[in-house]
């Protein structure tokens, strides 16, 4: 079964609202976490690195105001698009590192089922 | 940034046939992973590679660290209609905080 949830899975929203995504560690406790953008038929775009308890870490040309990351707790993750455009339309996805298995491993990087967003 | 061209960037099959893809880095990796993506999801991690020169299988799934620890290949032996799908590579640094670098992926077709 799933270890890592997110939610929701689609959402249409009008321009200028603002939606969450969120990303649940279910099994285990992420310290970090991971949000990524997707656009059809390309790769995978690492947005921002989310650590509990402290500020994320934004990758390069990702706006922190407009993309807001709170990683409160062990298990939850969420990503905030803040007064949505059409172009912030994507498909955003988490992923949770589980710490047991150590930095060498960290192959055990559960990735959630997505977000589809649509910006009307 | 560190990147990552994958190849081809799709394919399409004859049901029964072997697929070959592969990925090359401008710089080296400590870890290599292999991810399956179907529509709407996330990826799901096939196979995970960590010394240069590995090969690993997982069914009918092989995968290689390259010697170079620049590059990898996925072998996919007799082809089924569910191998459908986007398959992404990545690679990770550990000079790069451990972040993963995603391939731009390949697309396979199979026909029944």
């Known amino acids: 079964g799933a270890v890592v949830s997110q939610h929701p899975s689609w959402v249409i929203c009008k321009s200028g609202t603002s939606v969450k995504i969120e990303c649940r560690s279910l099994?285990?406790?992420?310290?970090?976490m991971f949000w990524y953008r997707q656009f059809p038929k390309q790769s995978l775009m690492l947005m921002a690195t989310s650590n509990e308890g402290s500020k994320a870490t934004y990758e390069q040309g990702v706006e922190k105001d407009k993309f807001l990351i709170n990683h409160a707790s062990l298990t939850l993750s969420t990503l905030t698009v803040t007064s949505a455009h059409p172009e912030d339309s994507s498909f955003y996805i988490c992923s949770a590192r589980d710490p047991t298995y150590g930095v060498k491993r960290n192959e055990k990087l559960f990735f959630g089922s997505g977000t589809q967003l649509s910006v009307l | 940034g560190q990147q990552l061209n994958q190849s081809p960037q799709s394919m399409f099959i004859q049901e029964g046939e072997d697929v070959s893809m592969n990925c090359t880095s401008s710089?080296?990796?400590?870890?290599w992973l292999w991810y399956k993506q179907e529509p709407g999801e996330g990826p799901v991690l096939l196979i995970a590679l960590y010394k240069a020169g590995e090969l690993t299988s997982n069914g009918r799934l092989t995968a290689q660290f390259g010697i170079t620890r620049k590059d990898s290949f996925l072998n996919i032996s007799a082809s089924i209609p569910s191998d459908v799908g986007i398959y992404f590579c990545a690679g990770r640094s550990y000079n790069q905080g451990g972040k993963l670098i995603f391939g731009q992926g390949t697309e396979l077709s199979v026909k029944p």
């Open positions: 710089s080296i990796f400590n870890t």
């Open positions: 099994d285990f406790q992420a310290t970090t």
